[in-house]
């Protein structure tokens, strides 16, 4: 069974800019988390889709944004890239909720000059 | 006070020993706890998961859980020095959409 998949793995991008990331998840699963990893903050809860839907949103302001598809795979999209938006980006999925046992990506790598 | 709050570490002990790794979270209606292991440069890989209070076994590794104390630990017997990552608590907060991460422990186990 395939795992989770994220593309692309690494991305450099300048302040300013915005950036789509993209997960699929695990076949039959339909959530998907994502999650910002930073050294200082660790990891930090971005939202969860269920069946398109967003269930949940963490404390990040509204230039994080995301969405699923009907197949369940899930874009995120960062606008105005800042500095401190430097981090890995991962991705969960789980068969009804990261709560019942989550699988992570092997995580985005994106670097902001 | 932070949500989940586990000793960063690190936490070295000699292979063949067992190491001990704790966590403790602050919100009563979370039912659900993890254990992450995420190696340097990796993405964090799930080890354990338990529900209920007590303790739950799987090969070298033991999670133990306590409600009434808010506190959660994983225990890892027979520890080898693959064992040498950062381990992450994780707990529900009160949903299944959303988990709540420690910081993590750092584990060293030397030769």
């Known amino acids: 069974k395939a795992g989770v998949t994220q593309t692309p793995r690494y991305l450099i991008k300048t302040r300013g800019q915005q950036v789509t990331l993209s997960c699929s998840p695990i076949?039959?699963?339909?959530?998907v988390s994502w999650y910002q990893q930073t050294p200082g903050q660790g990891l930090q809860f971005l939202f969860e889709?269920?069946?398109?839907?967003?269930?949940n949103k963490g404390n990040f302001p509204g230039r994080f944004s995301g969405r699923q598809f009907s197949n369940s795979r899930s874009e995120m999209n960062v606008s105005t890239l800042e500095l401190g938006d430097s981090a890995l980006y991962l991705c969960?999925?789980?068969?009804?909720?990261?709560?019942?046992?989550?699988?992570f990506g092997p995580g985005t790598r994106l670097t902001v000059l | 006070q932070k949500e989940v709050e586990q000793n960063s570490g690190p936490l070295s002990v000699p292979e063949g020993a067992i190491a001990s790794l704790n966590c403790t979270y602050s919100?009563?209606?979370?039912?659900?706890f993890f254990w992450y292991r995420q190696y340097s440069g990796k993405s964090p890989e799930l080890i354990m998961s338990?529900?209920?209070?007590g303790d739950k076994e799987d090969g070298r590794f033991t999670a133990q859980l306590n409600k009434a104390s808010q506190y959660v630990s994983l225990l890892i017997r027979d520890s080898q020095p693959s064992d040498s990552a950062t381990y992450l608590c994780?707990?529900?907060?009160?949903?299944?959409?959303?988990?709540?991460f420690g910081t993590g422990t750092r584990l060293q186990v030397t030769l």
């Open positions: 969960a999925s789980s068969l009804a909720g990261v709560g019942l046992e989550g699988f």
């Open positions: 076949s039959g699963h339909r959530s």
């Open positions: 889709y269920f069946s398109e839907t967003q269930r």
């Open positions: 919100d009563r209606v979370s039912q659900s």
């Open positions: 338990i529900y209920s209070n």
């Open positions: 994780a707990v529900d907060a009160g949903t299944a959409s959303k988990l709540t």
